[in-house]
């Protein structure tokens, strides 16, 4: 579907969430506690949200949401990223989208 391949790689840190669920907001508090301000879209508050959630199963993410890109490039959800972050992977994948001066003060 265009508009989740558009809304995806229009910031390097995107997250597709929905608004009640408390893995989508655990995802984004922890990319904000690594320096990262992800671009988070709503998808049950969006008209096409039954068709972006269909899409983003269709690209394998384990669980509809959170579905987290990183780069524009499907990262997966929660299970994937926890993965990467307790084997020490995610930091170095978020590096580049760093808000160091923030991350500096926290």
């Known amino acids: 579907m265009e508009k989740v391949v558009r809304l995806a790689s229009e910031k390097g840190v995107v997250i597709f969430s929905k608004s009640t669920c408390c893995l989508c907001y655990t995802v984004s508090i922890l990319f904000r506690e690594l320096g990262v301000k992800p ?34 490039s499907l990262v997966g959800s929660t299970n994937e990223v926890m993965s990467l972050h307790l084997g020490g992977a995610l930091l170095p994948l978020l590096a580049p989208y760093q808000d160091h001066a923030d991350h500096a003060l926290s």
């Open 39 to 72: 671009e988070v879209h709503e998808i049950d508050l969006d008209p096409e949200g039954p068709e972006m959630e269909r899409y983003l199963a269709r690209l394998g993410c384990s669980g509809p949401v959170p579905a987290v890109f990183v780069g524009g």
